[in-house]
């Protein structure tokens, strides 16, 4: 099945920007998200791509897809404490490989802002 | 626009007793809702889709007649945790789809279930 991966943990200064990275295997995927996830929360839809992008942007985010090496990441510019949370990527699979219904989400990252 | 709710936001119930869930659009009408399931510190992960007027579609490893889903209508899907049990305990997300067919799931708030 579909694989969503994610690193753990990452910690940065307040002002700096942060860089959140994700891979994922389904090739055929259709639009890839971004959510977060504050505690005790649901899931806050930040941005999503289509996967015919390179690039997006939205304010402080930027979202890049490497469609070839199956590689997303999302950047935090002038990351501030309230961005601390954990991001989940998600990618709806293509009807090849399931249908246009679900989302497979990564295992997620804990943003730490540190004054 | 595109809310999600549900309610309880928290409960706390005894083992052997049932938990009812409720996940309400409440400014849009949702054909298909998600049932998702959260560990701590870990992903969320998707125990069945539900389909107003149909029968859910369960994840493989899900026990259908443990968690019972009911989508009468297009704003309310419920969530029944059936004879709960401590390992039961996490917390459940719904998800819905906006009936545009814009595909886009809008998240509640989720529940934290505690079984003693």
């Known amino acids: 099945g579909e694989d969503v991966e994610q690193s753990l943990f990452l910690s940065v200064r307040e002002g700096d920007s942060s860089v959140i990275n994700c891979t994922y295997t389904d090739s055929s995927s259709t639009y890839l998200y971004w959510y977060k996830q504050e505690p005790g929360a649901g899931l806050q839809l930040l941005t999503y791509?289509?996967?015919?992008?390179d690039m997006k942007q939205d304010q402080r985010l930027t979202v890049l897809l490497n469609k070839k090496d199956k590689h997303l990441s999302l950047r935090i510019a002038d990351t501030q404490t309230g961005d601390s949370a954990i991001y989940f990527c998600?990618?709806?699979?293509?009807?090849?490989?399931?249908?246009?219904?679900?989302?497979?989400f990564g295992t997620g990252t804990q943003l730490k802002v540190e004054l | 626009g595109a809310v999600v709710s549900q309610h309880p936001s928290w409960v706390i119930c005894k083992s052997g007793t049932s938990v009812k869930i409720e996940c309400r659009s409440l400014?849009?009408?949702?054909?298909?809702m998600f049932w998702y399931r959260q560990f701590p510190k870990q992903s969320l992960m998707l125990m069945a889709t539900s389909n107003e007027g149909s029968k859910a579609t369960y994840e493989q490893g899900v026990e259908k007649d443990k968690f019972l889903i009911n989508h009468a209508s297009l704003t309310l899907s419920t969530l029944t945790v059936t004879s709960a049990h401590p390992e039961d305990s996490s917390f459940y997300i719904c998800?819905?789809?906006?009936?545009?067919?814009?595909?886009?799931?809008?998240f509640g708030p989720g529940t934290r279930l505690t079984v003693t």
């Open positions: 791509i289509f996967s015919n992008m």
């Open positions: 998600a990618e709806r699979p293509g009807i090849l490989t399931g249908g246009g219904n679900k989302l497979t």
């Open positions: 400014d849009f009408q949702a054909t298909t």
């Open positions: 998800s819905a789809r906006d009936l545009s067919g814009s595909y886009e799931q809008y």
